[in-house]
């Protein structure tokens, strides 16, 4: 039994991955400031932000067939979701499974956001910075994730099967959309670019 003990912990011990807690938290403050102060320009009028995100969303709601009037909704939705990442973002500061799991999500959730972005910003004909900068956003979201994963002594098997089931859902929805775009977006997009602007 000690010797299974030693094995467990030379392959998840507290002195092989120490330093990825120490990284994932220092990271993970930070990203979690600039997330935060990203979410609030979607949400908060007279935000520095705020112009700029409302100037941004209309034809991203085009785009997924929602029409020029979804772009505030979506707007706000991205926000709301943003603004949830950053609180689960901080429950790594907090021991058990489900804070273990919500630590993992958070950042994976904010690079799926990310990578949506990236998509729409290269469909939309955007230029390549804007598209750019979104990927950079869920590459170091991504980086976010590996660290919180690596930085756990011992993954729970429930703990594993919550992140199994929550990861699947991820995937699930973004296939609905990627459907979505395929069937009506592409259509409402190019109606959307021939409207002249008032």
């Known amino acids: ?31 979690s400031v600039l ?6 320009g979607k949400l908060i009028p007279g935000h520095p932000l705020n112009p ?17 009037a979804g772009g505030t909704c979506m707007r706000l939705v991205v926000g709301l979701l943003e603004v949830c990442t950053f609180g689960m973002l901080h429950c790594m500061w907090f021991k058990g499974d489900t804070f273990v799991v919500l630590s993992a999500v958070g950042p994976a959730l904010a690079a799926f956001v990310a990578s949506g972005a990236v998509v729409t910003h290269l469909l939309c004909g955007d230029t390549l910075d804007k598209a750019g900068f ?5 590459f170091i979201m991504s980086d976010q994730f590996v660290l919180r994963y690596l930085s756990v002594d011992e993954w ?12 699947a859902s991820c995937v699930s929805i973004g296939v609905i959309f990627l459907i979505l775009w395929v069937v009506r977006g592409k259509a409402a997009y190019a109606a959307y670019q021939r409207v002249p602007s008032s």
Not at 35 to 40: E, I, K, N, R, V
Not at 52 to 68: I, N, Q, R, V, Y
């Open 1 to 31: 039994r000690i010797k299974k003990v030693r094995q467990r912990s030379c392959r998840r011990g507290m002195d092989v991955l120490q330093p990825w807690s120490y990284i994932s938290w220092a990271f993970g403050s930070v990203i």
């Open 35 to 40: 997330l935060l102060f990203a979410a609030t």
């Open 52 to 68: 700029e995100m409302k100037d941004a969303f209309p034809p991203w709601a085009a785009l997924w067939g929602l029409g020029s």
């Open 134 to 138: 979104a990927a950079m956003v869920c």
């Open 156 to 167: 729970s098997p429930q703990a594993m099967e919550q992140l199994k089931i929550i990861a």
